[in-house]
Every structure is written in C-alpha cells, then in structure tokens.
C-alpha cells in the first residue's frame, strides 16, 4: 500500500468554521430585513391574514434584488407553527420552531428547492407532479420552489400547466425568475407575480453601513455610496463588492476609502469627471485630452469615463428640472450641478447627451476605445462652442431678437353643426376628408356627377352610378356632422364632370399652357423623349 503524502497542512482548529461571504452571512431572515420590497410585503402580509393565500406565486426582478430569499421567507411564513407548536401561516415567522430552522437551513423534507437550469426537462417536472399527490410529511404545506423557472422546456412548462391550476391543497408553488418576458402566458396566468425591484442606492448604502458596523469593520460614507451605485439595485452584487472592500482595506491597514473602491472597481475619480466636463464645456481641446489620458493612465477605463460624463450631464439636467438633491452625491459635486444647471441651456445638455451617448456606443465596440474616446471628446468640444439653433438664427437673422408674444387671445367659440353646412358639392368632400372618411370620399371624387346642389338635398346623375351603401353613408355622415337630415337623390340627367375628373383636365390644361412656351416647346424639341412634371404641389394625394 502507498505511503501517503504529508503536505504539512496544519489541521483546523477544533470549532472551526469556513468563511461565509457577506452575500450569504446577511441574506434576510425574515421579512422586516428584506429592504426594498415594502409593497409585496404588505400585500402578503394582507393575504396572511385574510386566508387569501394563492396555490402559486411568481417572483421577478433583476439579479440579487431577493427572489430566492423572499420564496424561502414565504415558505416559513405558510409553515411556521411558533415557539409554542401551536402557531399559524404568519407573515412574522418565529425563527425558532424546527420548520423554520430546517427551511433556513435548507435542509426540510417538504420544502423542496429546484434549479431549473439544470432541471429543463419535462421529466424532472413529472417528478414533481407524481410526488405533489402526497401529503406534507411534518409541514403544514409541501412547498416547491423553483429558480430560474424560465429555463424550462416548453414540454416541461406544458406538463406542468394542470397541476399548476388545481394543485392539492396542501402545495405552493413558488417561480422565480430574472427573465419573465420568457415565461408562457399559460403559467404567468396561473400565479400570483410579484415583481421586486431594484433597490435604492439610499437604501442599499444606509444596509451597507449595518453590515460594516455588525462585521466590526470602518468604511466612509462616500465608499458606501459608490458601492451602492455600482450594484445597480442589486443588495447582492453590492455585499460582493463591499466584501472585497473590506478585504482590500485590511490588507492596506485602515477603513474602506471611497479612493479605495474607486481604485478596486476602476472607477473615474469624479472629480476628475467634473473637470473633464468643464473643459469640455470650455472648449479646451488639448486640456481635455490630456485629462483623459490621465484617467486612462491610472487604469480608468475609457467606456467608465464616457458613462461618468453621461451621468453627470443628467445630474445636470435633473437639476436644472428642478428634481430634489442626490444626497449620494458629494457636496462640491452637487454644487458644481448647480452652477452648471443655471448656465448651461435645455439645447446644449440634451446635444452633449447624445453626443456621449453615441460615444458611448462607439468606444463599446471599438478596437481602440481609448482613441475612439478622444474624438468623442473632440466632437463634444466642437459642438458646446456651437450656438443653439435659436441663437443661430437670431443671428442669421442681423440679430434681430423675436418680437415680444402676443397677449393671449381667448380661443374662439367651438361652431354648431348648422355652421359646418357646405356652400358648394366640393365642400361636402372637403368635410369628408376633414372627417378622416376617407374610403367614402375617393368613391364620390371617381363617381359623383352633380346635377344640383342645394342643402339638405343633393342630386347626382344615373349615368355614373354610385351603390345605394355609398349614398346612405353621405348621408349619415353628413346628418351627424350638420345636424340636419339631408336627401341624396339620384336623377336622370347629365351632370357635371366628377371631382377627379375636373382634376385631371385641369392637370392637362396646365401641361397644354406649358407645351404652349417657346422654352418649353424648344426643350421638348430638343429632348423629344422628356417628361412634363407638373409643378403644383398635391396637399393630399386620394385617389
């Protein structure tokens, strides 16, 4: 038998216990520390108390925002029984009754979590179904929650569909997902959603704090703030960065820094960020180029420097809005917002928006970001030193200013059906395709040939025949929009040429009048194969 290899690993202290990321160690336990999530809260706690508790429920949102952890608080409140055994379904569970330890712990026989990302087929969902039949072994509900229920096959989500809709009375169901657009109807029909949102930066930053204080650690406001923004709502990606901050701090000695974690995330230094934009807004080309390789020299990544410009052109313009503080924000910075806001123009912060924005775009994708993120800076600088459109016309103008408005003018009284009555037949079209009837007015243009008209009473000629629908639908619609019944009549007489008829001869009229010019008649002499356009403009082609 071989002899064993001594790696000299020193063998753990008794009592030992692995690190556990703060991710896990400070995932809620109950309800009050889910942050965020006020309103589905109060809607189960609602149904709790009113017996209205639905078969199945769906829980949606973005990454880290508490979708599992809220299915595994949902599953103790329906199976707590209280320190005293004798307990019910409450949105409070105890914590301390054994259906609460085993869910926390994972490890209760009929609370049964599956991953449906590596469970898609509809195999793994007959498991489910055959086993649903039975009752809860020591729970009051035999509960299955499924992650990333969006991963099931179609055959899965179709077997799964009848037991879904009637299951037993002892089974939840409890789905979640990050992309429900990619759940069927057929199951989002079938449950209760709730969706949870992404988590203010306000509140993540103020929970991070806690958590710094419970693990013994310093951190600067300012840190946490640019931990929260960088977790985009997510609680979390953001105890996975403060986790990482916290390490990089102890390592270097002292507290987590804001230089720290912008250095660790390889954020732009913000206010590097402002003085980028003030010499942007400046026009100081080469100053502002030498700023971006300063950033780009320290590891900043260019696509961060653009989106730190975007964001403070919003800050900016939310400002300017009159929108509330970001306390978030730095004081200098919002200070500098401000300034920025009561100088800078509406025109000129949406232009420097799209103008990043479109940078942001192309460094994205290009195969020299850095490079790429010079010449959006240098097509910003051109456009800020451009006036706004008004200006430029002001200016082309003699710098005329624009006369003073006008002093308000009350609107004038709406007019009664009797006035909207036609002087003349090509009137009654006209009302026709102010009325938006546009079917009904092409077929009177090519078929209605006036013999008189004389209102409430139209007579068109038989010899160009129209159906009795069309000449009912004249007649309704000019009865709702006059207020007055009129009579459409057809007679045995000529009459005059139709709408589209006297349009084309005056078309050819004024091509004869043109072929009629020396110049004209030369040109087609000389270009025999030349087309006459004619030159009146159509303000609406129906035909």
């Not at 720290?260 to 942007?280: F, H, K, N, Q, Y």
Request: proline share 8%; net charge negative; hydrophobic share 45%.
């Amino acid at each position: 038998m071989a002899e064993s290899l001594d790696l000299e690993t020193p063998p753990p202290p008794a009592g030992a216990q692995p690190y556990r990321v703060l991710a896990r160690k400070y995932r809620p336990q109950s309800f009050k520390a889910l942050i965020g999530q006020d309103a589905m809260v109060q809607t189960l706690a609602n149904a709790i108390k009113r017996d209205r508790i639905a078969h199945a429920f769906l829980l949606t949102g973005v990454r880290g925002v508490g979708k599992t952890s809220t299915a595994r608080l949902i599953a103790k409140a329906l199976n707590c029984v209280g320190p005293d055994g004798q307990g019910g379904p409450t949105i409070d569970p105890c914590g301390v009754c054994e259906p609460c330890r085993a869910i926390a712990e994972g490890r209760h026989i009929d609370v049964i979590e599956m991953d449906a990302a590596s469970h898609t087929g509809i195999d793994d969902v007959r498991e489910i179904i055959e086993a649903s039949r039975y009752a809860a072994v020591s729970a009051r509900y035999k509960i299955y929650i499924v992650d990333e229920v969006h991963m099931l096959s179609k055959a899965a989500f179709n077997g799964l569909l009848k037991t879904l809709e009637e299951p037993p009375a002892h089974v939840k169901f409890l789905f979640a997902t990050t992309e429900v657009n990619k759940v069927p109807v057929t199951v989002l029909s079938r449950c209760q959603r709730f969706d949870l949102r992404r988590i203010p930066a306000t509140l993540l930053a103020d929970h991070f704090a806690r958590v710094v204080e419970a693990e013994g650690a310093r951190a600067e406001p300012e840190a946490l703030a640019l931990i929260a923004r960088a977790a985009e709502g997510s609680a979390r990606d953001g105890l996975s960065i403060l986790d990482q901050a916290i390490a990089h701090a102890d390592l270097a000695g002292g507290g987590v820094s804001a230089d720290a974690v912008r250095e660790m995330l390889g954020l732009s230094d913000r206010s590097a960020v402002r003085d980028l934009l003030g010499l942007v807004l400046a026009g100081d080309a080469p100053g502002a180029l030498a700023a971006l390789r300063r950033q780009y020299d320290l590891g900043v990544d260019p696509l961060g420097v653009i989106r730190a410009l975007l964001e403070a052109v919003h800050g900016v313009t939310q400002i300017k809005v009159g929108a509330p503080d970001d306390m978030a924000q730095p004081a200098e910075e919002r200070a500098a917002y401000r300034d920025w806001a009561d100088k800078l123009s509406f025109p000129l912060l949406h232009r420097l928006w799209q103008l990043f924005l479109k940078g942001h775009e192309e460094v994205q994708r290009a195969a020299l970001p850095i490079e790429t993120a010079e010449m959006a800076l240098l097509r910003a600088i051109h456009a800020s030193t451009l006036p706004d459109p008004g200006e430029l016309a002001r200016r082309l103008a003699g710098g005329a200013m624009p006369a003073p408005a006008a002093a308000p003018v009350a609107p004038p009284a709406p007019p009664s059906p009797a006035d909207r009555v036609p002087s003349e037949f090509a009137g009654v079209l006209a009302l026709l395709d102010d009325l938006n009837k546009l079917e009904l007015l092409v077929r009177l243009k090519r078929g209605a040939s006036l013999v008189r008209y004389a209102p409430p009473e139209i007579v068109l000629s038989g010899a160009r025949p129209l159906s009795t629908d069309t000449l009912t639908e004249l007649a309704a619609v000019l009865r709702e929009a006059t207020g007055m019944p009129w009579k459409i009549a057809v007679a045995d007489a000529p009459g005059a040429p139709t709408m589209f008829e006297a349009e084309q001869d005056a078309v050819q009229a004024r091509h004869d009048a043109a072929r009629a010019h020396p110049i004209v008649a030369a040109a087609f002499e000389a270009f025999p194969e030349a087309e006459l356009i004619d030159p009146k403009p159509a303000k609406r082609s129906i035909t």
